[in-house]
């Protein structure tokens, strides 16, 4: 791999804010594009972005509801994507190719957890479609236009804790579980910003996968009130758990991940709490850290090469 997974002391932590962690940094000129940037952890990240100065694209697969809640914010602007269809990711790609724009950050945001078994695709597992293949379909698509010196963000999870990449069934064929679904997807999202880092650092890309952390927002629309409950994410009334972030706290791993001067040199690194995080020695998700199967290059390989021949795209090996 291409760094090491210790911290590097940023100054920076559990509680910090998206928004403190860009005050000085001017994006004034930068163009970012935020998948789902219109609701929960990405609707930070474009409003945070925005605020630093940053011109915003938000790909939505609900383009009038985005336009909706980003109305009035400067600089951002909204073009329809569902990721779950990669013609929707070749026509977004292509028009953005002909604007002839650069592209300085994009941060793979989207994401769908514990859904229903859904189909997608050629039979693709819904969560690994969209989480992974979607957003690998995408970056590949946009390699001409990521500027030198371009970060990809992808936003992983400790839910990676519950699963590696299941080799020998990766679309569940043999019989779904939503969690273990949810948690590979979250495994490739780590290993695809591994692999991609090793690929564009020859041009100057380089890439990053976070954990942003708990914290309840839209994501947990497929978890019953009363599963919430029993895992100790809300209280009876409501509230997240007093350990949970906020999503303007969940949002600031992502763009320092995105924009820190002090991540140069540590390429592929797996990030969390605005800081590289440490190796996992334990099962507790809510402590964090990253296992060693979101960490293995050989993996990473091996499903680069696989997500190429799912997607037919692969502009950088």
């Not at 928004?19 to 952890?41: C, F, M, N, P």
């Not at 769908?112 to 379909?137: D, K, P, S, Y």
């Not at 698509?141 to 990766?170: Q, Y």
């Not at 949810?182 to 591994?194: E, H, I, V």
Request: with cysteine; net charge negative; proline share 5%.
């Amino acid at each position: 791999m291409t760094t090491q997974q210790q911290k590097i002391g940023t100054g920076f932590g559990a509680v910090s804010t998206a928004d403190e962690v860009l005050q000085g940094i001017d994006l004034s000129g930068k163009t970012a594009l935020v998948t789902g940037g219109y609701s929960g952890l990405g609707l930070e990240t474009t409003r945070s972005l925005a605020r630093a100065g940053a011109h915003v694209l938000v790909p939505a697969r609900r383009p009038a509801l985005a336009d909706a809640v980003l109305r009035g914010l400067p600089r951002v602007e909204v073009h329809p994507l569902d990721l779950g269809r990669l013609e929707d990711v070749r026509t977004f790609a292509e028009s953005f190719l002909d604007s002839g724009r650069a592209l300085d950050v994009l941060i793979a945001n989207a994401g769908v957890m514990a859904c229903r078994e859904t189909r997608v695709g050629e039979g693709w597992e819904a969560q690994f479609a969209v989480n992974h293949l979607g957003h690998f379909a995408l970056v590949n698509r946009l390699r001409p236009a990521l500027a030198p010196g371009a970060r990809v963000v992808a936003l992983s999870s400790s839910g990676h804790f519950m699963s590696g990449i299941r080799w020998h069934d990766l679309h569940f064929r043999e019989g779904y579980d939503r969690w273990l679904a949810y948690a590979q997807s979250k495994t490739a999202n780590a290993l695809f910003a591994l692999h991609l880092d090793a690929l564009g650092a020859g041009v100057g890309v380089h890439a990053y996968a976070v954990n942003p952390g708990s914290i309840i927002t839209p994501l947990q629309r497929h978890v019953p009130r009363e599963e919430m409950l029993a895992r100790g994410w809300i209280t009876p009334e409501g509230d997240p758990h007093e350990d949970f972030k906020t999503p303007q706290q969940g949002a600031a791993t992502a763009v320092w991940a995105a924009t820190s001067p002090l991540l140069e040199g540590h390429g592929g690194a797996y990030c969390q709490d605005c800081d590289i995080a440490e190796p996992a020695a334990h099962d507790d998700m809510l402590v964090g850290g990253v296992k060693p199967w979101a960490v293995d290059p050989d993996a990473a390989a091996r499903l680069w090469r696989i997500s190429a021949e799912l997607t037919g795209t692969d502009l950088f090996s």
